[in-house]
């Protein structure tokens, strides 16, 4: 596996910046013991993001790499086997959540607002209001 890429992204020229927050090297983030860390410098396929301690691999990659149709078809299999492997545990999952949320306001009140914001943020794409307005027609 090691010197190929099984998920092919497109290299970013000029480099993106995703993130902007303090510059931590690695090893003093791994001394703190932070999962994450941000050099400022760009991966070699031209993100400006932060990294992760374990691997150092940029976590920009990570994400366009999982939202390829190969990853996504290799990984299909892999949950359902999860899924069949785990019966319940979703469903256990589901209810301490909603547990949560009944019975912490301030858990509920955190969730409110990270749906507020992504759904504030995913709706200045264009792309994704045209697919959220058809999705919701059928309700219609």
Not at 53 to 74: D, F, M
């Amino acid at each position: 596996m090691a010197g190929r890429a099984k998920y092919i992204i497109e290299k970013q020229s000029p480099p993106v910046t995703y993130y902007w927050g303090p510059e931590v090297d690695r090893e003093t983030a791994r001394s703190i013991g932070l999962v994450r860390f941000f050099t400022g410098k760009p991966c070699k396929y031209g993100h400006v993001a932060e990294r992760w301690v374990s691997s150092g691999t940029c976590i920009e990659c990570v994400l366009q790499r999982h939202r390829t149709p190969e990853y996504r078809e290799y990984v299909r299999p892999v949950n359902a086997a999860w899924l069949e492997a785990n019966p319940g545990k979703v469903d256990q999952y589901n209810e301490q959540r909603r547990d949560r949320r009944e019975n912490e306001p301030e858990a509920a009140e955190q969730m409110r607002a990270a749906s507020r914001a992504w759904h504030a943020e995913k709706s200045k794409d264009p792309e994704w209001r045209a697919k959220e307005r058809e999705r919701l027609r059928k309700y219609a």
